[in-house]
C-alpha cells in the first residue's frame, strides 16, 4: 500500500490544526498516563500494546515542528527531560537498548518515541517498526499499565 502525506499537512505544520498544541496535559488520556512532566514538556507512557515501555515524550511549548526551532534554553529543557525518561525507563525495564525517534511524519509537532529493545522484540538488530496509531490497537493489560506507570512515576519522582 503506498503511503501519504496526511492530507491537512499545511494546517498541522502551521500549528493551525496541531493536535499536540490543543493537548489539555491530563494525567491520563485516551494515549496513555503521563509519568513525568515539565512546565514545558510531558511524557506519557502508550496505552498501545505496541512495545512494552513505549513512552512518547511531547514537547508543550509553543508549536515546534523540527527540534532546531527551540531555542537554547528549550532544546536543554526538551532533551533533558528526553534523557531523563530514556534512562528511567532503562532503570526499569532493562532492556537490550533504548531507542530514541524523533520523526514527526504524522504529527509534525515536537515529540520523541522512546523505545525499549529486547531480546524478545518485533524486529531484533533493526529499526522498531513503528506505525502512526490507529487507536484500534489492541491495549496494555490496564494493571499492567498502571503499575509501571506507578514504578516509573517514583523512579522519576
Ligand atoms: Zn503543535
Known sequence: MKSEWPGNW???I???ACEMCRSERLDEDTYGIRIFSTADVDAVLQRAAIQRGYTLVIWRGRHVVEPFELTEPEAQ???KATLTVAKALATFYRPLKMNYETLGN???HLHT???PRFVED???GR???LL???RDEPPIDPVQLASDAAALRALLG
Open 106 to 108: 504524522s504529527v509534525p
Open 113 to 115: 518515541h522512546l523505545l
Open 77 to 79: 529543557s526538551y532533551w
Open 127 to 129: 529499526p522498531f517498526p
Open 132 to 134: 502512526p496509531q490507529s
Open 10 to 12: 499545511a494546517e498541522q
Open 122 to 124: 518485533p524486529a531484533p
Open 14 to 16: 502551521s500549528g493551525r
